[in-house]
Structures are given as structure tokens and as C-alpha cells.
């Protein structure tokens, strides 16, 4: 049987998800009135201790949404030369919001508050564009899915607030990291002004994201999603996924982390440099092995031609993690 590590966004609903998307009560949301989308978007606020949350159907989607909310047209965000709104979204940022970006560069994609205080420019009317905002992703997807240490975060937000600038988390893996750290959700929450998290990863939902943040933030992003063509009619069936998801499928995350340590160790690499889920494994001869592993029943996949990625998930039970890890040691 093959085992798929290429992502954890691979996953196919179970078949008690898809019972109880079957059975979800729905509304039109646009009108406001999709009982399960709403009962969602209130959980995941209460979840990070914010007011209001916004159902997007990608996290692309919500990310643009959430940064919208802190950075307008000609104004920066600064983030990680890795961040997944830097580097994986075809320049939705630049384009749609019309902002700009610089970033520093982290190899475990980690807060670097020295480098992002160099780089802040304070308003200074006509000459120079204005920072307003810093961005940071945790888990740190294009890292080998590296944990950002709370502290970090938490210096960055004590910064932020001296000179007046937002905060963004890009939380597509924040339940990864909590579960990993033990770290509440709410603290995480308490350290940005708004955040994106995403269904349709580890959690194993088919569809889904959440833009999370203040009332107002939320509000101005419902009015920007509809512009976007994202306002959905009776997406309760898939935020019943996403409900789903949260109350059967988050604990669960500690055994991909365990999975993701067995095959980094079989891939000759020390397992406790694997925060979660993902395992970056440099080899020089990539193509070769992404093709070895296919032989092999395993499909893994290429991050340019010097490493492959390894993403345990959901459908990777521990057997065929081992399956797997054998023929990795193998090759
Ligand atoms: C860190 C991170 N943020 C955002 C996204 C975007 O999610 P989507 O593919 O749902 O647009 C991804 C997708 O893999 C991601 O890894």
C-alpha cells in the first residue's frame, strides 16, 4: 500500500466526518444565518481569546484577509524570507492589497526581533513606506515545520506595542505547535492582533480556514471575502468537517510528531531536531531519491534539488510509518 508523505493536506475525510457533514444544519451564510458555520467561527475566536472569526474556503484566503486587516496599500509587512504569504501565494499580498514586503532570514524560520527592528521604518510622511505590520508563521511550514518558542513571540509583541506596529500569525499549523508544546491557544492568540488558521491540514477536514481577530477586523474581512467571491451559501457542510475535525482530530497530532521523528531517524537525522510534523531531509541527490522511495511505495517530495520533504498526517498510520521508514533507511 503506498504511503503518502508529500503533505498533510492529502488527507480524505473519514467516514464519521463525512457523517456529520452530512447531518450538518446550514443556512445561507452571506445572509449570515448558517448555524454551523457561526457556531465554528465562535469556537475557534474563543479558542485564541479574540472577539470574532471569519470561515475561508483556503488559508491563502484568510492570510490576505488577515493581513488586509493591519496593512493597507503602500504600506509593509515584514515577515521571514520563507513565509509561506511570501513565498506560496503567487503575490496575493502585493496584488490584491496592493502592499509591500521585506523579510529577514531565519533557516528554522524563527522571530529574529533584532533584524526586524533594523528593518522597521516608522511613518515619515512622503519619503518612505511605512512598516505597519510583521507577519510570522507558526508552525513554520518551508522549516521543516519548526515551533516558534511562545517567549519569542511574546518579546515580539511587547516590541510591536512600543512602536505602535500589528502582528499576523499565520497559524495554517498552530495546533501542531500546541500540541507539540503544551502551549494554550489562547496564549498564542494573545501574542498577534490577528491570525489564520487552517482545517485542511493536519486536522484532516477536506475544506476550510478561519480568519481570527476583533469584531472589526472580521467585519471589514467579510465584506473583503465577498469581494474576493469567497462568501459560500450553506458552507455549514464544511465547517461541520472543521468542528469535526477540532473535537476528534486534534489530540491525535502528538502521533504524527512521533511518526515525523521515526522516519527523520531513518532518514539519518537527529529526531529532536523535528518539532511536528515535518521533516526536511537535505540530500544532494533528491530526484533520485524522491524516485527511489516512489519504487519503494512511498511518495515524498522534492524541495528543490537539494532536499525532500516528509509530512506525516492523518491517513500515515504508525504500520505504514514504519512501512515507510524502512524503505527510507533503505535508500
Ligand atoms: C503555512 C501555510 N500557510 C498558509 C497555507 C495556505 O493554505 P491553502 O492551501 O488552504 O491556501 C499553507 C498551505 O500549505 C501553509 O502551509
Known amino acids: 500500500m503506498t504511503v503518502d508523505l508529500r503533505s498533510d493536506t492529502l488527507t480524505r475525510p473519514t467516514p464519521e466526518m463525512r457523517r456529520a457533514m452530512a447531518e450538518a444544519e446550514v443556512g445561507d451564510d452571506v445572509y449570515g444565518e448558517d448555524p454551523t458555520v457561526l457556531a465554528l467561527q465562535r469556537r475557534v475566536a474563543e479558542l485564541f481569546g479574540h472577539e470574532d472569526a471569519l470561515f475561508t474556503p483556503t488559508g491563502s484566503m484568510a492570510n490576505v484577509l488577515a493581513v488586509a486587516s493591519l496593512v493597507a496599500a503602500g504600506q509593509e509587512v515584514l515577515c521571514e524570507a520563507s513565509a509561506h504569504i511570501a513565498r506560496a501565494e503567487l503575490g496575493a499580498h502585493g496584488a490584491i492589497t496592493g502592499l509591500t514586503m521585506r523579510t ?28 505597519t505590520g510583521v507577519s510570522v508563521e507558526n508552525t513554520h511550514n518551508f522549516a521543516g515545520g519548526a515551533v516558534l518558542p511562545i517567549d519569542d513571540l511574546r518579546a515580539l509583541r511587547a516590541w510591536a506595542d512600543s512602536v505602535g506596529v500589528s502582528v499576523h500569525l499565520d497559524g495554517a499549523r498552530i495546533w501542531n505547535a500546541h500540541v507539540a508544546t503544551g502551549v494554550p491557544l489562547a496564549e498564542y492568540g494573545a501574542c498577534v492582533d ?43 457542510i464544511l465547517a461541520a468537517a472543521g468542528s469535526y475535525a477540532l473535537d476528534h482530530h486534534l489530540e491525535r497530532l502528538a502521533d504524527d510528531h512521533a511518526h515525523a521523528r521515526l522516519l527523520a531517524e531513518a532518514c539519518g537525522l537527529d529526531p529532536a531536531t523535528v518539532d511536528t510534523n515535518i521533516v526536511v531531509v537535505p540530500r ?40 515507510a521508514a524502512a524503505v527510507l533507511r533503505r535508500l
Open 284 to 323: 544532494d541527490d533528491a530526484a533520485d531519491f524522491v524516485a527511489g522511495a516512489r519504487a519503494g511505495g512511498v511518495l515524498v517530495a522534492p524541495v528543490g534539488p537539494r532536499a525532500v520533504r516528509l509530512v506525516t498526517h492523518l491517513d500515515v498510520s504508525r504500520e505504514q510509518a514504519e512501512q
Open 194 to 236: 490577528v491570525l489564520s488558521v487552517c482545517l485542511s491540514k493536519g486536522l484532516g477536514a477536506p475544506v476550510g480556514s478561519l480568519m481570527v481577530g476583533s469584531s472589526a477586523a472580521v467585519a471589514e474581512a467579510r465584506v473583503r471575502r465577498k469581494r474576493m467571491g469567497g462568501g459560500m451559501r450553506q458552507v455549514g
Open 104 to 131: 529577514w532570514r531565519h533557516p528554522r524560520g524563527q522571530v529574529d526581533l533584532d533584524a526586524i527592528a533594523e528593518m522597521y521604518a516608522p511613518d515619515m510622511g512622503p519619503f518612505f513606506v511605512r512598516t
